[in-house]
């Protein structure tokens, strides 16, 4: 099993407009730990740097400080060779993150082989058909030789997850997994990763705009504003319990069937006092500093 520790991240992106630079900073100061068996919902709202901290995670970019440590049950650093094994990434567009050219038995045996998981053609074609079954892909004999056009985004993204659990990986990251499904289906998609996770003591990260289900599917709540961290805590302690302005903001702007209507006006929030508020920690149970430089999220060079 697979622990992840991201220590004091920053990512700083430079914007070049003719001659002018601007540093955007991404991700400000975040820590977090992932660990075996246990979900973490990353939420926020678009740009708050919840695909920056995923893609640093799975190697697609690289932090500008901070660290980020993947280690074994033992306490040993996961070797830089295993690092793609260990650490595999569920993407939010089913359609464009699988290739439409080869057949779903290709996508499912090709990080078979390439982690070394199989010892023949054989044993390929039968741990494809066992990872098919393992994500409710039946009859997987008729699934396998498939193309994903012939799939539905349901379906596409249950092959997505059997791709990414086929190297072995003990850490998932799944963004925004299911938020361009179908409504009617989320719900399987989500309840399938849950399972999963619960069978192989997966270490998930799941980023999401949505508060419901992020309280549904983690045990615990980061909230990142603007790269920051503006909260934290037990999932319910989070959602039932926000003392953040910017969390009781998400609150309200989510949809909930027991509170008629909807708030989309954001009137009753001041974003500048957002800007410069601390960070709420349910652990601690305590209103911790805003980290250094957190102030300065957009500055020209
Ligand atoms: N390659 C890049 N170059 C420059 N800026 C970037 C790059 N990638 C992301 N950004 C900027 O970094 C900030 C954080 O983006 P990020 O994609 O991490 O946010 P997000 O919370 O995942 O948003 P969404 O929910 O829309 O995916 C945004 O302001 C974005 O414009």
Redesign the pocket.
Known sequence: MTSVKITDLV?D???RSGLKRTR?R??DHVSLELTPGRTVALV????????????ILTRM?RPTSGTVEVRLDDGTPVPNGHYRREVQMVF?DPFASLNPFHSIEHHIARPLKIHGRTQSQEDTRARVLEMLERVNLTPAEAIAPRRPHELSGGQRQRVAIARALAPGAQVLIA??PVSMLDVSIRLGVLNLLGRLQREDQLAVLY?T?DLATARHFSDEIVV?YR?RVVERGPSDAVILDPHHDYTKLLALAAPDPERPGRVTSEAAVDRKAIDNSTCYDHFAGEWREAAAGAKAAVSAD
């Open positions: 990512k992106y430079t914007l955007l991404a991700v926020g709202e678009s740009g708050s740097g919840k695909s920056t901290i995923a893609k970019e939010q963004d925004e980023i705009h990142l790269g």
